[in-house]
C-alpha cells in the first residue's frame, strides 16, 4: 500500500487517498474488511475522522456489535464538535 509521492504533502492529503481507497474496496469488492487498513491508516492519522468511524462502524456491525457501536460513537462526536 505504497501512497503516490503527491499524497505525502499533507495529512489531509495523506487522509483523501486512504479514505478514497478504502471506499474503492467498500465500494467495488466483495468483501469490505478488506478497506479496513485504508480506513486504519485514515484513523491513525485523524483519529476522529467521522467518516471513516462510520464506515469502520459498517464494516464491524455484523460481526462485532461492540466496535461498531465504539465507531459509532466517534463518528457523532466529531460530527458533534465541527457544529
Same mark, same amino acid.
Given at each position: 500500500m505504497e501512497i503516490p509521492e503527491r499524497? !505525502? $504533502?499533507n495529512d489531509s492529503l495523506r487522509v483523501a487517498y486512504h479514505?478514497?481507497?478504502g471506499i474503492k474496496v467498500?465500494? !467495488?469488492e466483495d468483501d469490505i474488511s478488506q $478497506? !479496513?487498513?485504508?480506513f486504519e491508516k485514515v484513523l491513525a492519522i485523524d483519529s476522529l475522522h467521522a467518516p471513516t468511524n462510520y464506515q469502520v462502524g459498517e464494516i464491524f456491525y455484523r460481526k462485532?456489535?461492540?466496535k461498531a457501536l465504539y465507531h459509532s460513537e466517534i463518528a457523532y462526536k466529531a460530527t458533534a464538535n465541527t457544529s
Open positions: 499524497f !505525502l $504533502a479514505y478514497t481507497e467498500v465500494t !467495488l $478497506a !479496513l487498513p485504508y462485532d456489535k461492540q
